[in-house]
């Protein structure tokens, strides 16, 4: 018997008033930045988020902690409406979800100490009996964190650390309030490759000691493939390819999914990959239908493709795509 999801994320739609269709005489244009997302992810799982820059996948990382209010659609954590959830509790909802940015280097006031930084949350959480309790509790969050020995680090300034150090100091200051769901945007794109992989280690370390689910959100696939169990393929607001990542990776179904696994130079597959190139360009996230978004740039697109969206078609490995070419394949 399969587990219900942890996280249920139904018809998800995030639109903004574009500009210049602004003002009492102007027909109102929307930006379609989320376009209905739906997708599971169950408790302690590292759940992918990959597309080209553009694609809303931020945006849908900050709907998904409630930065942002969605146009329409919900997001439920253990059957529970977020919406409810921050009624009845806003604090203990935001201890329930974090999320993590791109860029370690604005993320901290300069004038405060590792120390300040970590403590903050515990404090506002009012987590612990005694500011004892607390500073033990920071001292191994760090030394969970590959940050040893602990002490060393409590009393130095973020200009004192390295980029490395302060995205290890970003996912831990989430982390030590023990949230259940965590959102990591672009985690490691702005470290250097060398310190890239013992990020994303610590990242599955932490996840796996304390149970919390993961949506990790970048634009490569090599770091999606290392460290997401399933993944989801996002192409102009809408998920185009969902299922186990490996299997995404090694036999990508849509059209999208297979250019963006053959540009990937750094992806080791067993079978050489002819680069596909991409030609044309998107359509305007202001009025991008009525047909597939990816249609006037797909080698395959039909007739069909250009009149009328796909409906998401689930294959026999459980992989969901929406492409009218899978469609056929499947009939």
Do not use: W
């Not at 992810?41 to 709907?63: H, M, N, P, W, Y």
């Not at 515990?122 to 004892?132: D, P, V």
């Not at 989430?174 to 949230?179: D, E, L, R």
């Not at 963006?260 to 992806?267: D, G, P, Q, W, Y």
């Amino acid at each position: 018997m399969s587990q219900p999801p942890f996280i249920q994320v139904n018809g998800l739609k995030k639109f903004y008033q574009a500009r210049g269709t602004r003002g009492l005489f102007r027909k109102k244009k929307y930006v379609e930045a989320v376009g209905g997302v739906s997708f599971t992810v169950q408790r302690g799982e590292i759940f992918g988020i990959i597309g080209e820059s553009g694609c809303g996948k931020s945006t849908l990382g900050r709907l998904l902690v409630s930065l942002e209010k969605p146009t329409e659609g919900d997001v439920l954590i253990d059957g529970v409406s977020v919406q409810q959830l921050i009624r009845e509790d806003p604090k203990a909802y935001h201890r329930m979800v974090q999320m993590v940015f791109q860029n370690p280097f604005d993320t901290f006031l300069p004038t405060e100490t590792i120390e300040q930084i970590m403590l903050r949350p515990l404090e506002i959480q009012r987590l612990g009996t005694s500011r004892e309790e607390q500073r033990n509790r920071v001292l191994t969050m760090l030394e969970d964190g590959g940050l040893s020995p602990a002490e060393d680090f409590m009393g130095r300034y973020p200009h004192e650390l390295s980029g490395g150090q302060l995205q290890r100091i970003s996912i831990l200051r989430a982390m030590v309030v023990q949230p259940l769901f965590l959102v990591v945007d672009e985690p490691v794109s702005m470290l250097d490759v060398s310190v890239r992989a013992d990020i994303i280690n610590m990242l599955i370390a932490l996840s796996q000691k304390y149970g919390t689910s993961i949506l990790f959100i970048s634009h490569d696939i090599a770091v999606i493939r290392y460290a997401a169990q399933r993944t989801a393929v996002m192409y102009l607001g809408r998920i185009v390819e969902m299922g186990e990542t490996d299997a995404c990776i090694r036999d990508p179904k849509h059209p999208y999914t297979q250019a963006l696994v053959s540009n990937c130079a750094t992806i080791d597959i067993d079978t050489p990959v002819t680069k596909i190139r991409i030609e044309g360009e998107a359509p305007s996230p202001i009025q991008p239908g009525p047909g597939c978004y990816f249609a006037n740039r797909c080698p395959h697109a039909t007739d069909l493709c250009r009149q009328r969206y796909p409906e998401p078609q689930t294959l026999e490995d459980g992989r969901i795509v929406a492409c009218h070419m899978c469609q056929k394949e499947e009939s």
